[in-house]
């Protein structure tokens, strides 16, 4: 998938749901290598937040792979802050669930 295409489907993903609620105030590609999503609120690290952030993580990650911006086969950073700039997860890798569901870091 293009770069262009892969910036256009992040841009849509920050875009209202069908009961138009705004999950997210941004989704942008901030370098070919660094995704930046912003929650739209200022909760930092609660617990909606962060269960957000790794379903989303997932998500994106597999978009990217599919993008020309994977040629390296090196994974993106991925980085989720709310409107305060809080940083409330950034992963390099892939975050893997145990049996029981939790997350690793």
């Known amino acids: 998938m293009p770069k262009k295409d892969f910036k256009k489907i992040l841009k849509q993903m920050a875009g209202p749901d069908d009961e138009g609620t705004i999950t997210y105030k941004s989704i942008e590609l901030k ?3 660094t995704i930046e999503m912003k929650v739209n609120n200022s909760d930092g690290g609660s617990f909606e937040n962060s269960m957000q952030a790794a379903i989303m993580d997932a ?8 993008s020309e911006l994977y040629d390296d086969k090196k994974e993106p950073t991925i980085r989720t802050v709310d409107l305060s700039n809080i940083v409330i997860a950034e992963n390099k890798k892939p975050i893997e669930f145990d049996e029981d569901s939790e997350q690793k870091p």
Do not use: T
């Open 31 to 33: 370098d070919s290598k």
């Open 59 to 66: 998500y994106i990650r597999e978009l990217y792979k599919h």
